[in-house]
């Protein structure tokens, strides 16, 4: 590519508004990817892409469209922008779409405090083989351990500019690289599998490919023999591994496109208890070499701390402009977009309080119930927050694992639940939802 991003996002700014727009906005992506698949010791899979992505979205008074393409040729801009602007003009009116204000853009930022690129070489396609191909051997190693479904070795980097006809013009570089194993241990129907994975920004962060694997192929036999359990009302301890989606749940909930159409079970608990007193649920987006870190949000307003959940209060929901302005409130600067839709709410960093106690230490107080390692589909209802998964894990007595568990269904009412999670002090502090494991007493297990 011989233009910078910044360079072809004010191009076609500038194609949008002679073809008729009164306002527009783009986001650019420029990238490269690098994914090896290992199997049975020998290359599976090699996978290599680079490409550019362009976004625009344009308005006319209260009408948007959007419109995005892959090739960045002068000629294909022109037409995007045209087509772009025909959209517009068909486009049914919405009051509340529309850019930030000039007063309202971030400014100042120090992008490379958040360490968000990796400025060490990328690796070669043969060191990723290499890190897979380990992975692979190490989780064979483990006794018991038959094949290994998966071992993968990725790389990613990209850059990303943000540009709008309000006069924001940013841009940053990403870099990530993941390494995964998956194993499989025992035959028939007693076949068990499980992973781990683990992915960061900077390489030299990666846990080792030895760890990973080793780790993928306990954890598969630890599932050996598994069985259903007893049906009943029993405490659910959520392993740090799956309680993120806990707060996942709440974070839906309070997400501002949730709030506006009335479809969200939090929708009556601004300022209301949500989660015992005393913890908090804090999002930070300036946190350093964490993947969903940003200085601003999709719409170029600043990015900022704040408690969406203090000492157990809600104190609002996640907002762009659009739903802000639906609901006669301002921006908490949670916009996120991508090149092929405009943009809409979500989540930056989180961190839920911590506990006091360990996990082992958690078991010990539940006495006989559920150690929950993994969950398989879901069936929550947005309005009521009615709560159902499949899960698998292991059976606890007197505070000790006896066997595994599987075939399992675990119930309850979520707004019920986060008020009565007990944290333990676990959580793994270099992921974007720092969240530890999670005991919820009294919840309904399904099994024989």
């Known amino acids: 590519m011989t233009s910078s991003l910044e360079q072809i996002s004010h191009a076609l700014l500038d194609l949008a508004k002679r073809a008729g727009a009164d306002a527009a906005d783009v986001v650019a992506v420029e990238g490269q990817a690098l994914t090896i698949d290992m199997r049975a010791g020998k290359l599976e899979q090699a996978e290599r892409a680079e490409g550019a992505d362009i976004g625009l979205r344009v308005l006319i008074g209260q009408r948007q469209a959007m419109v995005s393409a892959s090739d960045l040729r002068d000629s294909t801009l022109a037409m995007l922008a045209e087509r772009a602007v025909a959209m517009a003009r068909e486009a049914p009116e919405d009051p509340f779409v529309g850019l930030a204000e000039a007063d309202q853009l971030a400014t100042g930022w120090d992008i490379a405090a958040l360490e968000l690129s990796d400025p060490s070489p990328a690796p070669t396609p043969e060191a ?34 943000t540009a709008a006809t309000n006069g924001f013009s940013a841009g940053f570089q990403r870099t990530d690289k993941g390494l995964s194993c998956v194993a499989i241990a025992g035959t028939g129907t007693g076949m068990e599998r499980d992973g781990d994975s683990d992915s960061r920004i900077f390489q030299a962060d990666l846990r ?64 209301q208890s949500v989660l015992p007193d005393g913890i908090s649920l804090v999002e930070d987006p300036h946190r350093a070499r964490v993947a969903a870190s940003r200085p601003y949000d999709g719409e170029g307003l600043p990015t900022q701390r704040r408690n969406i959940v203090e000492a157990g209060v809600l104190t609002g929901w996640t ?30 960093n989180v961190a839920l309080t911590q506990g006091d106690k360990t996990r082992a230490e958690l078991l010990a107080d539940m006495g006989t119930g559920l150690l929950v390692t993994g969950m398989i589909g879901s069936t929550i209802n ?56 999670l005991l919820v007493e009294g919840m309904t297990l399904a099994g024989d």
């Open 128 to 161: 990723l083989q290499e890190e897979a191909a380990r992975a692979e051997a190490a989780a064979l190693a483990v006794a018991e351990v038959s094949q290994v479904q998966s071992a993968s070795a990725a790389y990613h980097s990209r850059a990303i500019h």
């Open 208 to 271: 080792s490919a030895e760890d990973i694997g080793t780790r993928a192929g306990e954890r598969t036999v630890a599932q050996l023999g598994a069985r259903k359990p007893p049906t009943g009302t029993y405490p659910v301890l959520f392993d740090e591994r799956i309680s993120g989606s806990l707060i996942g749940h709440l974070l839906s909930a309070a997400n501002g496109s949730a709030i506006a159409r009335g479809a969200s079970w939090l929708r009556d608990s601004l300022e």
């Open 319 to 348: 907002l762009d402009l659009a739903t802000a302005r639906k609901l006669g409130l301002q921006s908490t600067g949670n916009a996120k977009r991508g090149t092929s839709g405009p943009p809409s709410p979500g989540s930056w």
């Open 382 to 437: 947005p309005n009521t927050g009615d709560y159902s998964r499949g899960a698998n894990g292991f059976w606890i007595e007197n505070g000790e694992i006896t066997h595994p568990i599987n075939e399992c269904t675990i119930a309850g009412s979520l707004p019920d639940m986060l008020r009565r999670i007990i944290p333990a002090n676990d959580a793994r502090g270099w992921l974007s939802r720092v969240v530890p494991s």
